[in-house]
Structure formats: structure tokens, C-alpha cells
């Protein structure tokens, strides 16, 4: 990506998703996802928290791809409609 790029990109990061991500859902699915990883933290040995913990990261890897995928084809999208 060219610097304007992304720096329109980490602005979207920033503050585009804000009202998206600021509802009541949003939050409850983030304290379900805490709730369930300190479970799983304690049923797992050590080994395998570390395991599943390399596994988040390679999926949030994953999404921040996609969604710099889906950033750069709407850019692109907006571009040919001008």
C-alpha cells in the first residue's frame, strides 16, 4: 500500500468501525470471549494454553488481513466511481 493508503487504512482501523463497535452487543461478545478463554486457560495445561494462544494469534493475523483486503477493494471501488 502507498503511505496514503495506509494511512486512510489505519484511520478506518481507528475511528471507522467506532459506532459499529460501540453496541451492547459487541461488548457482551467481548465478555463472552474473556469468560471463555479464562476457562479454557484453566482447563488446559500449559502446553496446550500456548498451543490454542499461537492459534488466536494466527486467526487474528488471518482477519487483519482479510480486512485489509476488504479496506483496499472498497478504496479501489471508490476510485473507479469517481
Not at 2 to 27: A, I, K, S, V, W
Not at 28 to 51: P, V
Request: one cysteine or more.
Amino acid at each position: 500500500m502507498t503511505d496514503l493508503m495506509q494511512l486512510l487504512y489505519q484511520y478506518t482501523l481507528e475511528t471507522g468501525f467506532t459506532c459499529r463497535l460501540n453496541t451492547r452487543e459487541y461488548r457482551d461478545l467481548g465478555g463472552l470471549i474473556d469468560r471463555l478463554a479464562a476457562q479454557l486457560q484453566q482447563k488446559l495445561g500449559s502446553d496446550t494454553w500456548d498451543t490454542l494462544r499461537k492459534y488466536q494469534d494466527a486467526l487474528a493475523e488471518q482477519r487483519d488481513a482479510e480486512l485489509e483486503a476488504l479496506f483496499l477493494a472498497a478504496l479501489d471501488t471508490a476510485k473507479a466511481l469517481r
